[in-house]
C-alpha cells in the first residue's frame, strides 16, 4: 500500500486535522438536520451518521435503513457538507453509493470478517467507484493482521482513498475505557505503513464523553491525522451511545482547545508533561481495578472456607517486601506503607462485602 492519496476535499485545509462529526445514529430527519447545522455553523465540514446500526444483542435500535440516505443527502444539500456512514455488507455500499456518500467506514465487527470485507471490496470494485474514500476501524480483537488484512482487500479492490480508523479494543470487565486504546497497535500500523492516514475516534475508546477530550489530544500528540467524532444536538436522549456524545457546541470548544503540533519538539514542554501523568494515572486505576477484582474471587474462597479476612502474617509479609521494593525504585518507606495499608484496607472492606453478601 504505496501509492494511497491523501484524504482530502475540496474547501478543507489539507494541512489541518481531518474532522468527521456527527449523531452515532440517524434517528430522525430533524434530529439529522439539526444535528448537522449546529455542526456546520461551528465550521465542521464532514458529517457522519450511522443508517444500519450492528447491535450487539437483538431488540435494540438498529437504524433507521436506507430512508435515512435521503437525510444525509439533505444535509449535504443545506450544508454543503461531505457525508459519510458505515457499511456494513453488499446492499449497504450499493444503496450508499447510490445516495453520493463521500465517505464509507467498515466498522470493528464487519473487519474483523474476511468474508465480509471481501464482499465490501467486491462490491467496490464491481462498481467502479475507485475514488471513494474508505476508511476502515479496527477489528474489536487486538488484531493487527486481521486489521491490515482489512485494508488490504480494499485498497487490492483499487480504493487509494484509504484510511483506518482507531476505535479501540474490546476487552472483558469494567474499565475506564471502553474499548482499551493499546495506543502501540496503530503505532505499529503507522510504522509498516505511513503514508497510510489513521484518524482516531475517542467517543468509541472513551465511552464516556469527558473522555473525548483528552483521547483527542492524546491521538493528535502521537501524530494522528484527524478525529471521528459522535456529536449530538440533544446527546441525553440519543437512541444510541448517548453517555460518549457532546453537542456540537462542547465538540467545537474541544477541537477549538486541542494543540496541534506542527513538528516533533526536543523536550517536553509541561503540557506533554502533565498528560504522560494523567495517562499514567489511567493505568494506575486499571491496575487497582483489577487488584480488588482479584481480592473479592478471594473472599469468595474466604468464605467457601470459612476463614477470617484479615491474615496478619500475609499482610507484614506483604508490607515488608513492597517498602523495600519501593524504597530500591526511588520511593520513601512511609509513602509506600500510606499506599499499601490504603490498597490493603480497601481489599478487606471489598473481601468483607463479599463475605456479608448472603445471596453469594
Not at 474532522?19 to 448537522?36: F, K, Y
Not at 497497535?185 to 468509541?204: A, F, G, K, V
Request: with cysteine.
Amino acid at each position: 500500500m504505496e501509492d494511497l492519496q491523501p484524504i482530502v476535499f475540496e474547501g478543507i485545509d489539507p494541512q489541518k486535522p481531518i474532522i468527521i462529526a456527527g449523531p452515532c445514529s440517524a434517528e430522525t430527519r430533524q434530529q439529522v438536520l439539526d444535528t448537522a447545522r449546529q455542526l456546520a455553523e461551528t465550521g465542521i465540514r464532514i458529517f457522519r451518521a450511522g443508517i444500519w446500526k450492528p447491535r450487539t444483542k437483538p431488540g435494540g435500535f438498529e437504524g433507521v435503513g436506507a430512508e435515512g440516505l435521503e437525510w444525509l443527502k439533505e444535509v449535504r444539500d443545506t450544508t454543503g457538507m461531505y457525508i459519510a456512514t458505515e457499511v456494513a455488507n453488499k446492499t449497504h455500499v450499493e444503496e450508499a453509493l447510490a445516495a453520493g456518500v463521500d465517505i464509507i467506514w467498515i466498522g470493528a465487527r464487519t473487519s474483523a470478517n474476511p468474508f465480509a470485507m471481501q464482499e465490501i471490496a467486491d462490491t467496490i470494485n464491481a462498481s467502479g467507484s475507485s475514488d471513494l474514500t474508505v476508511l476502515v476501524k479496527n477489528p474489536v480483537n487486538p488484531d493487527l493482521e486481521l486489521w491490515i488484512g482489512a485494508l488490504q482487500r480494499i485498497y487490492n479492490a483499487g480504493v487509494r482513498r484509504l484510511g483506518a480508523i482507531h476505535r479501540g479494543f474490546s476487552t472483558y470487565g469494567k474499565h475506564l475505557y471502553r474499548n482499551m486504546p493499546q495506543w502501540h497497535i496503530p503505532i505499529e500500523l503507522r510504522l509498516r505503513y505511513p503514508s497510510l492516514p489513521i484518524l482516531c475516534d475517542p467517543s468509541h475508546i472513551g465511552g464516556k464523553r469527558e473522555l473525548i477530550a483528552p483521547l483527542a489530544q492524546q491521538s493528535m500528540d502521537m501524530g494522528f491525522n484527524g478525529l471521528i467524532v459522535e456529536s449530538h444536538c440533544d446527546p441525553d436522549c440519543a437512541w444510541s451511545d448517548a453517555a460518549q456524545q457532546v453537542t456540537p457546541e462542547i465538540l467545537n470548544f474541544i477541537l477549538n482547545t486541542l494543540v496541534v503540533r506542527d513538528s516533533k519538539q526536543t523536550t517536553e514542554s509541561l503540557t506533554l508533561l502533565r498528560q504522560q501523568i494523567d495517562r499514567i494515572d489511567n493505568d494506575l486505576l486499571e491496575i487497582l481495578s483489577r487488584r480488588m477484582a482479584v481480592s473479592r474471587d478471594i473472599g469468595r474462597y474466604k468464605k467457601e472456607h470459612r476463614m477470617s479476612v484479615v491474615q496478619a502474617g500475609r499482610y507484614n509479609d506483604i508490607i515488608r517486601s513492597r517498602v523495600q521494593l519501593g524504597e530500591e525504585m526511588g520511593m520513601s518507606p512511609e509513602f509506600m506503607k500510606t499506599v499499601l495499608l490504603a490498597i490493603h484496607d480497601e481489599s478487606v472492606r471489598q473481601q468483607i462485602e463479599i463475605i456479608n453478601d448472603r445471596a453469594q
